[in-house]
């Protein structure tokens, strides 16, 4: 994953040149983009890409770059599915805003009185989280990645326990710290609000009104598509290497959504639309102002050029 957004960062930032420099000499902002790209994956070492943008209501530039299938030479197509990883949060706590939209939550409702499953450390933090805290990394946990990754199971009940032994490493509030637990619990308070699951609300609320026809948040799914990129790392003599999937559906809402370039220019339209697709409501034009709003300080540092990249890399990463 961090490879993943290592590369989106240097095309953020190669792109923004690229723009300034060939705008000025074109007029077009895009000349140049797949002789950037081509040389980005050779140079990152990456089997294969899609890369798309969206210009208020349009896709002006849809491809795919590299394979989906190194060995058999297939190629990446802009439909071809790939896991967004923690992008899917950004779906999960727009599930969330629905549901404050709807009167049956408050952002700055304490967590544990919508999910009393879920409880925390010490009293202090299950009387102070609240779910905008939740959405905000803000809760005072670290990571606790690999008690959900070594210890691995569909269990959501199952999962949303370990939190209790989970120490906190600051006070709720007091600092930015990415924690995918929590993002599972936004999920599982949205099943127990709506009485369905995460993935038929994922479904009937983004999915299919934004004819993202392509999307799907199980890795089985996923497998048996004939244009899925498979696994790949690289290895310690710098080859790439096919790996094997690997099943997070317990862990869903914080990062199991499968998309293609294609498809996820119809979530982008709704961002930049104010909530609207084809002239749908499909998100609040009140939550989109709050969520792209800034909430939580990631880290009290001088916003250097290269901060503010990986800053708007965040927040398009959801």
Known sequence: ????????????????????????????????????????????QVAGFAVAVVKGDQVIYSKGFGYRDVENKK??????????????KSFTSALIGLQQKEGKLSFDGIATSYLPQLKFYNDNMNSQITVRDMMCHRTGLSRYDLSWFVFNT???????????????????REKWQYNNFMFLAQGMIVEKLTGKTWEQNIKEKFFDPLEMSRSNTSIFEFEKDNDASLPYTINNKGV?????????????????????????THWLKVWINGGSYKGKEILPTSYIREAA????????????????FTFLLMVLAG
């Open 240 to 264: 790439i290497e096919k790996i094997d999937y690997f099943n997070i559906d317990g862990m869903g809402p914080a990062g199991s959504i499968n998309s293609s370039v294609n498809d996820m």
């Open 75 to 88: 190629p990446v197509t802009p439909n071809t599915l790939f896991a967004i990883g923690s992008s899917t």
């Open 154 to 172: 569909s269990n959501r009940d199952s999962i949303i326990q370990r939190v209790r032994y989970m120490e906190p490493t600051a006070a709720v």
């Open 1 to 44: 994953m961090k490879r993943i957004l290592n590369v989106f960062l240097l095309c953020l930032i190669a792109l923004s040149s690229l723009a300034q420099t060939k705008k000025q000499k074109t007029g077009d902002p895009l000349a140049g983009i797949d002789t950037l790209l081509n040389r980005i994956l050779k140079d990152q």
């Open 293 to 308: 709003s800034s909430q939580m300080v990631m880290g009290a540092v001088y916003p250097k050029r290269i901060r503010i």
